[in-house]
């Protein structure tokens, strides 16, 4: 990454707030960082080549991916999300393109530059994400911890799913607007009564209502 680009663009900080968060993670379903060096003119990072590419491409080939194909790389993703928030990382970005696959067809979890550490109990104010995948809380200003990634990873599968995230629009603030305001269609999508449950259960508004933690979600039966 060259340094004068990364000046102009101001976003120093949160290249070494990527480096400080990657250097503690070490998992199969995360993109690995093995050294950061830099030059005079740029700095380096050294990580895991994910030959596969991005899931975004993928997903854009086939439309959308069945229940099961879904089921298989939601399971890795929450394998890896739940490591994370164990060591009091959000994630704050999960959509398509931050989700690279592997030579062997496995998912690694990619572009930590807008996670942050969040102390249980603590809760952040930035506004901060992409637009189809926020969660009401950050869009509404009333503080998010790690289950703003829950109902990320709800709209992930929801897009997985049926093709497109939800409340999708080209508007990003009717986009918005469906987020605080609206519930998401789920008929004529062709989803089994079980993973309709599921994704609502995701994709409750109110973070106290919705899932508290990966390992209340690993219960659910679709799973």
């Known amino acids: 990454m060259r340094k004068d680009k990364l ?13 400080t968060i990657m250097e503690k993670l070490d998992h199969p379903f995360i993109v690995k960082l093995y050294w950061s060096f830099q030059s005079k003119t740029e700095l380096f990072f050294v990580m895991d080549i994910c030959t596969g590419g991005e899931m975004f491409f993928h997903l854009g080939k086939v439309q959308k991916f069945t229940e099961d194909q879904a089921r298989f790389y939601f399971a890795e993703l929450l394998e890896g999300l739940e490591y994370i928030h164990n060591l009091d990382i959000v994630y704050r970005d999960i959509k398509p393109e931050n989700i690279l696959v592997d030579l062997d067809g496995h998912v690694k979890i990619a572009d930590f530059g807008l996670s942050k ?16 995948y926020m969660c009401p809380e950050i869009l509404m200003g009333l503080g998010h911890d790690h289950r703003a990634d829950i109902y ?3 709209a992930l599968l929801y897009e997985l799913v049926v093709g497109f995230p ?19 269609e789920y008929w004529g999508h062709d989803l089994s009564e079980c993973l309709e449950d599921f994704l609502r259960r ?22």
Do not use: M, T
């Open 166 to 184: 939800p409340h999708f629009n080209q508007d990003h603030n009717e986009i918005y607007r469906g987020i605080v305001n609206n519930e998401p």
């Open 152 to 154: 990320c990873i709800g």
């Open 117 to 132: 550490i969040i102390p249980k109990k603590e809760r952040s104010y930035s506004f901060c994400g992409s637009p189809e």
């Open 202 to 223: 995701l994709l409750e508004k109110d973070p106290a209502s919705r899932y508290q933690s990966v390992s209340e979600i690993k219960s659910h039966p679709w799973l």
């Open 7 to 19: 000046l102009r663009e101001n976003k120093i900080k949160p290249i070494i707030n990527e480096r």
